[in-house]
């Protein structure tokens, strides 16, 4: 039997049962299909955070005061409650530390704010002019807070646009007008450009102030929340971790590194640590939707079992006029691996589908990898293999003088 043949008997196997072939096939689909949904979401998510992560700024080394000492020890307190840091320390680090491109503590709060009516509670973040090259912010009007604010305890403000958003309703220029935060009155300096992102640490829903008003008229001392590094390069990052760490260490008085009032994190490990974390639940995810892929697989070993049964006095036909176990073999084979290539086929269509409609409502921006297509029709194509080798089988061994004896 040349391939010819073999195509068009299988076609023609296959298409004498639309339906059964159909329901065969749907369980392949929806197995292929969610394999390919899962690893395009995880994907998306993958990036997403990532992106997420990086926005805060390029090459940065975290600072925060308190720290856990270990299991059984007492905890200090963590960022907002801690006063284990200040501007001095941050000036410390800028001028002893030749890898620290560029420097910024401040200090974060939430505040009800109002203005003309309208109120939001939203980040108050005390800061220096360098904060916006370490956090990479960029300026849609205005201007940023400057050194001449800080040394002056100027109240004036930056506010993000969704800040601004909440704040003037109406769509005015919020550049100019006044604001009042904590009872204190301060003039708005300029607005910064969209970045993205929610929750309570979004970049566009805050609103920067000097760091010495902060600390002066909103938290009434001199520690700060944070100090921001940014190192010149990446290859920078884990030496002026190691770098702060000892300089700190040696300021604060503190001889045992594991009883050290601050915190430090390397952006680059959080970064890992996320994308490590988010590839292992798209992988897990990718695995249990494979389930649906075994239960496909299984389906269509019933129905070519079943399809055996059904045509046994066709193949003893077959072998009483001279073909071959293995020409029997072939054609049941090349029938389960047809039903798979075909369910792997619209199983990526449909997973596609699903990906992009994820990426269009807005949930997140899925990305259907070439490695998911290849990994789906190699699965498919393994599945046809394995679950029609012993239908198949079954089928080449049968007698033929039997077979044609089968009612």
Same mark, same amino acid.
């Given at each position: *039997?040349?391939?010819?043949d073999l195509f068009h008997e299988t076609s023609s196997a296959l298409l004498g049962n639309k339906v059964r072939s159909g329901l065969t096939v749907l369980g392949?689909?929806?197995? #292929?299909?969610?394999?390919?949904? *899962?690893?395009?979401?995880?994907? @998306?998510?993958?990036?997403?955070?990532?992106?997420?992560?990086?926005?805060?700024?390029?090459?940065?080394?975290?600072?925060?005061?308190?720290?856990?000492?270990?299991?059984?020890?007492?905890?200090?307190?963590?960022?907002?409650?801690?006063?284990?840091?200040?501007?001095?320390?941050? !000036?410390?680090?800028?001028?002893?530390?030749?890898?620290?491109?560029?420097?910024?503590?401040?200090?974060?709060?939430?505040?009800?704010?109002?203005?003309?009516?309208?109120?939001?509670? /939203? &980040?108050?973040?005390?800061?220096?002019?360098?904060?916006?090259?370490?956090?990479?912010?960029? *300026?849609?009007?205005?201007?940023?807070?400057?050194?001449?604010?800080? &040394?002056?305890?100027?109240?004036?403000?930056?506010?993000?646009?969704?800040?601004?958003?909440?704040?003037?309703?109406?769509?005015? !220029?919020?550049?100019?007008?006044?604001?009042?935060?904590?009872?204190?009155?301060?003039?708005?300096?300029?607005?910064?450009?969209?970045? @993205?992102?929610? @929750?309570?640490?979004?970049?566009?829903?805050?609103?920067?102030?000097?760091?010495? /008003?902060?600390?002066?008229?909103?938290?009434?001392?001199? &520690?700060?929340?944070?100090?921001?590094?940014?190192?010149?390069?990446?290859? !920078?990052?884990?030496?002026?971790?190691?770098?702060?760490?000892?300089?700190?260490? !040696?300021?604060?008085?503190?001889?045992?590194?594991?009883?050290?009032?601050?915190?430090?994190?390397?952006?680059?490990?959080?970064?890992?640590?996320?994308?490590?974390?988010?590839?292992?639940?798209?992988?897990?995810?990718?695995?249990?939707?494979?389930? &649906?892929?075994?239960?496909?697989?299984?389906?269509? *070993?019933?129905?070519?079992?079943?399809?055996?049964?059904?045509?046994?006095?066709?193949?003893?036909?077959?072998?009483?006029?001279?073909?071959?176990?293995?020409?029997?073999?072939?054609?049941?084979?090349?029938?389960? #691996?047809?039903?798979?290539?075909?369910?792997?086929?619209?199983?990526?269509?449909?997973?596609?589908?699903?990906?992009?409609?994820?990426?269009?409502?807005?949930?997140?921006?899925?990305?259907?990898?070439?490695?998911?297509?290849?990994?789906?029709?190699?699965?498919?194509?393994?599945?046809?293999?394995?679950?029609?080798?012993?239908?198949?089988?079954?089928a080449s061994g049968l007698n033929p003088i039997e077979a044609l004896r089968y009612e």
């Open positions: *039997m040349n391939y010819t392949i689909v929806i197995g #292929i299909a969610s394999v390919i949904a *899962m690893l395009a979401i995880g994907t @998306g998510a993958k990036n997403s955070i990532s992106s997420s992560i990086e926005s805060l700024g390029a090459n940065l080394v975290m600072v925060t005061p308190g720290a856990a000492h270990g299991p059984g020890t007492q905890v200090s307190a963590g960022r907002g409650s801690a006063e284990s840091l200040t501007a001095d320390d941050a !000036d410390a680090i800028a001028a002893g530390i030749p890898q620290a491109a560029a420097v910024a503590p401040d200090v974060t709060s939430r505040k009800q704010v109002v203005a003309k009516g309208t109120n939001t509670n /939203t &980040s108050i973040v005390g800061t220096v002019p360098s904060y916006t090259a370490v956090r990479n912010i960029d *300026m849609a009007e205005g201007d940023f807070v400057t050194d001449q604010n800080v &040394s002056s305890l100027s109240k004036v403000a930056v506010i993000g646009p969704t800040a601004a958003a909440d704040l003037f309703p109406d769509g005015s !220029d919020p550049v100019g007008q006044t604001i009042r935060i904590s009872g204190y009155q301060f003039t708005i300096a300029g607005e910064t450009v969209a970045k @993205g992102g929610t @929750g309570f640490n979004s970049p566009d829903d805050t609103i920067y102030i000097p760091l010495s /008003t902060a600390q002066r008229y909103l938290t009434g001392n001199d &520690s700060v929340s944070e100090i921001s590094v940014q190192a010149d390069s990446a290859n !920078d990052m884990t030496a002026l971790q190691a770098e702060i760490t000892s300089l700190l260490l !040696d300021r604060h008085h503190i001889s045992d590194p594991t009883k050290a009032d601050f915190s430090t994190l390397n952006q680059a490990d959080i970064i890992s640590s996320a994308s490590s974390i988010t590839s292992t639940l798209t992988y897990l995810l990718a695995a249990v939707a494979g389930i &649906s892929l075994v239960v496909g697989g299984i389906g269509i *070993m019933n129905m070519m079992l079943t399809t055996v049964t059904e045509r046994t006095r066709e193949i003893g036909l077959r072998k009483a006029i001279g073909a071959k176990a293995a020409d029997i073999n072939r054609q049941f084979l090349v029938e389960s #691996i047809m039903l798979t290539f075909a369910g792997g086929v619209c199983g990526v269509i449909l997973g596609w589908a699903i990906a992009l409609a994820v990426s269009k409502l807005g949930i997140v921006q899925a990305q259907v990898s070439i490695f998911s297509v290849l990994l789906a029709f190699g699965v498919s194509a393994a599945i046809g293999i394995v679950f029609g080798y012993y239908p198949a089988r079954r």
